[in-house]
């Protein structure tokens, strides 16, 4: 591969303009394409065979009079010491019900006062509005209308909110703090290269990446179900490995021009040995994505394979716009050149750094490794301590902002009909297998529910055409997030008629009862997948450092990571500490993908560092055998470039902690401090530290395993041992006169 990549690299740098040329009409091209067909996300999380999708699937078959349609559901609330039973509030809102229900595409609208959805104390009412076309097919003119009316209500003094299935507000994913991230990311690469203009250089290859991922998402959007949450992920996972992947070939090549090489040959050999690097790494996180399919969920599986789109497009852009742009920037990327006042500083210390055989951090490590190791190590176990309780559900609008539109809804509800009319459930009872009178029993099930502790209300049963189905919706007397519910439910599906030797089954459904589903599919899942992870990591690393104990620390340290970072996410977002600080709106339980998805993300991540960091140390072993001074040289040499890739990966993660969605908050939260963990005390404290303490025996193999597993040359060292015979060859020649 490196052969193959070195000419790549070699003809990227000879034909620069072509190659940039070339991928910027393929990303306006796929642009241009996508948007013409108009991308359209799917949001539904559904999983196929949960216990909800099951009676999901039966009532559309048994109660085809409940068409699929939109609906929007107007809350109103009385100011203080007034109430909506008032003539003057009934005219209000009554008139602005009439007015909405000129509107050609209204099918129905439930008046409070006509059907009793008034709260007992007169202060709270809601109207549902049901269209008779499904939520994506109503237009911006009946929402108007809609908010209009709100608004014609608002200014009579009566408090209106409006929620429902239809969307009436967009998703805000860019904004300020994601460019704050970039911006960031950007003065770590200047530090890094003491220059703006080549700090830049690695942002705007990965953006060109990215942009045309992001493209292939969006026409993907038109033949699959695809999230809108998926792009956003994609955004982040592609930025972030976009600009780290260029930065390793950028080193490389800086570091090869210090000692003098030719540019273009220089170009194409960092290309063949920093870049096949780039291109493993590279390939461990899409195979880590791409793991998401195993886990027999549809949508987190999309999520996976949209993300290694934009990791795929990052390995392509790295190994042939990157040799172009270094082409273009010629001599301004030698260290040795003149650097302007606000980097001589820098340039200094890095002088006198290259002089010495170790750094500070190599220096102070090698002094306490044991205690040094043994602070790190107890540091992150007590961050994971709060994962012990950890509790997975999704997101409802009780988490949202206090100010948002949705959130306010939910609260005005909540507070005129308790909190469980924010998740009400469903039950189907199913007699089709009862012999004799099926009523009766359906009658005497749905009586055993009412009597069921945490339920608020109950509505009688309501049979199917045939008889043999019936259904009860069921308000809880708590939130759809919290505990009680989910007790609640397993509850309803344990009822069964102790006096009768035959019972109707239970099924329970509706969007809470999904909700709860997907949580307890997503947590079983957690386990299987983490062992795929682990054990793939471990033959991984056997087969690149051929050692046993350096992949076994590898993997115990990104277990640790992992529990760390799930106890920092809890701590946080669970338990509510810290949330003024990230800006979370209300704790609540852990987006039930969140786990699954930061497993097989910063797996990929941390065994890039792991990869980058001791690749350097095993060349230096290979070639003196001392072990620890091989450390020494891993940290000096390689160190600097994993810390600034670390900081790039945390500054973009940290973008997407401010959004207002708090799925694309606990994603960017989790992944931030997850790379903060894995970067900095993982690969570069106690990694090294046991290193350190291993000596030799950290490259122990034994000779019967070294003859079986392949040999795999990830830097493409081979390439170099080629490149330098060629060259003493051709001296060889020189000298004995048949150079021409």
Not at 84 to 108: C, R, W
Not at 183 to 212: D, E
Not at 216 to 227: M, Q, R
Not at 508 to 531: H, M
Request: glycine share 8%.
């Amino acid at each position: 591969m490196s052969k193959l990549l070195y000419k790549i690299g070699g003809w990227s740098a000879r034909n620069k303009f072509k190659v940039l040329g070339g991928w910027i009409i393929i990303m306006v091209a796929i642009l241009t394409i996508a948007f013409t067909l108009k991308p359209t996300f799917n949001d539904d999380m559904a999983i196929p065979g949960t216990p909800s999708e099951k009676a999901g699937n039966i009532i559309s078959e048994e109660f085809p009079s409940a068409p699929k349609v939109g609906s929007i559901r107007i809350i109103f609330g009385a100011v203080e010491n007034e109430k909506l039973d008032s003539k003057e509030n009934q005219k209000t809102i009554s008139d602005a019900l009439t007015k909405i229900s000129k509107d050609k595409a209204v099918k129905s609208i439930a008046n409070p006062y006509e059907v009793g959805t008034i709260s007992s104390d007169g202060t709270v009412a809601y109207a549902d509005i049901t269209y008779k076309k499904k939520a994506e097919n109503i237009t911006e003119k009946s929402k108007k209308l809609v908010k209009d009316s709100a608004k014609m209500t608002e200014d009579k003094g009566i408090k209106t909110e409006l929620s429902g299935d239809i969307t009436l507000s967009s998703l805000k994913i860019g904004g300020v703090s994601e460019v704050i991230g970039i911006v960031m990311a950007f003065i770590v690469l200047a530090v890094m290269f003491t220059s703006f203009l080549i700090a830049g250089l690695p942002i705007f290859t990965a953006l060109i990446g990215l942009a045309t991922s992001l493209g292939i998402t969006f026409l993907s959007t038109k033949f699959f179900d695809i999230s809108s949450v998926s792009m956003t992920l994609s955004i982040m996972i592609g930025l972030a490995v976009g600009i780290d992947y260029a930065l390793f070939i950028f080193s490389k090549h800086r570091q090869q021009l210090s000692e003098e090489m030719d540019i273009h040959k220089s170009i194409a050999q960092a290309t063949g040995t920093a870049g096949g690097a780039v291109v493993f790494a590279g390939l461990t996180v899409i195979v880590a994505l791409c793991g998401l399919t195993v886990v027999g969920i549809p949508f987190l599986a999309t999520m996976g394979l949209t993300a290694a789109i934009s990791v795929l497009m990052a390995i392509l852009i790295s190994i042939t716009l990157v040799p172009a742009i270094l082409a273009w920037t010629g001599n301004k990327m030698r260290p040795n050149r003149k650097v302007s006042g606000i980097f001589q500083f820098i340039a200094k210390r890095r002088e006198k750094n290259q002089n010495q055989s170790t750094n500070w951090w190599g220096r102070f490590l090698k002094r306490q490794p044991l205690l040094i190791t043994i602070i790190g190590i107890l540091l992150l176990l007590t961050v994971s301590v709060p994962a012990l309780h950890l509790r997975l559900g999704l997101p409802d609008n009780g988490m949202k902002g206090e100010n948002t539109p949705e959130r306010q809804a939910y609260d005005l509800m909540a507070e005129g009909f308790g909190k469980g009319v924010n998740g009400p459930l469903v039950a189907l009872i199913d007699a089709s297998d009862i012999d004799g009178n099926k009523m009766d029993k359906i009658n005497n099930m749905a009586k055993k529910l009412t009597k069921l502790d945490n339920v608020a209300s109950a509505t009688p049963a309501v049979p199917s055409e045939n008889g043999k189905y019936a259904i009860v919706n069921i308000t809880p007397k708590t939130g759809p997030n919290d505990k009680e519910t989910t007790d609640l439910v397993h509850d309803i599906r344990d009822v069964t008629l102790a006096d009768s030797k035959e019972s109707p089954h239970i099924y329970v459904t509706g969007i809470t009862a999904v909700n709860i589903d997907i949580a307890e599919k997503l947590n079983e899942a957690i386990p299987v997948f983490a062992s795929l992870i682990v054990g793939f990591a471990f033959l991984l690393l056997l087969i690149v450092f051929r050692s046993l104990l350096v992949p076994l620390t590898a993997v115990l340290g990104f277990l640790l990571t992992m529990t760390a970072t799930l106890g920092f996410t809890v701590f946080v977002l669970q338990d509510g500490y810290l949330g003024d600080l990230f800006g979370i709106p209300a704790k609540g339980p852990i987006l039930a993908f969140l786990p699954v998805l930061v497993i097989g993300i910063l797996f990929g991540l941390a065994m890039d560092y792991q990869v980058f960091l001791v690749s350097r140390m095993r060349e230096e072993y290979v070639n003196t055998g001392n072990a620890r001074e091989s450390v020494q040289a891993g940290i000096k040499f390689s160190g600097p470039v994993v810390t600034a890739a670390g900081l790039i990966m945390i500054f973009v993660f940290a973008g997407f902690i401010f959004p207002e969605d708090l799925q694309i908050k606990s994603m960017g939260l989790s992944l931030a401090f997850g790379i903060l963990f894995d970067a900095f005390i993982i690969r570069l404290t106690i990694i090294p530290g046991l290193m350190i303490l291993m000596g030799k025996a950290s490259w122990y193999l034994p000779k019967w395993l070294d003859r079986i597993i392949p040999n795999v040359d990830i830097e493409g060292h081979s390439l170099n041992e080629i490149l330098e015979k060629e060259k003493n060859k051709k001296e060889k020649k020189h000298s004995l006169g048949y150079e021409k």
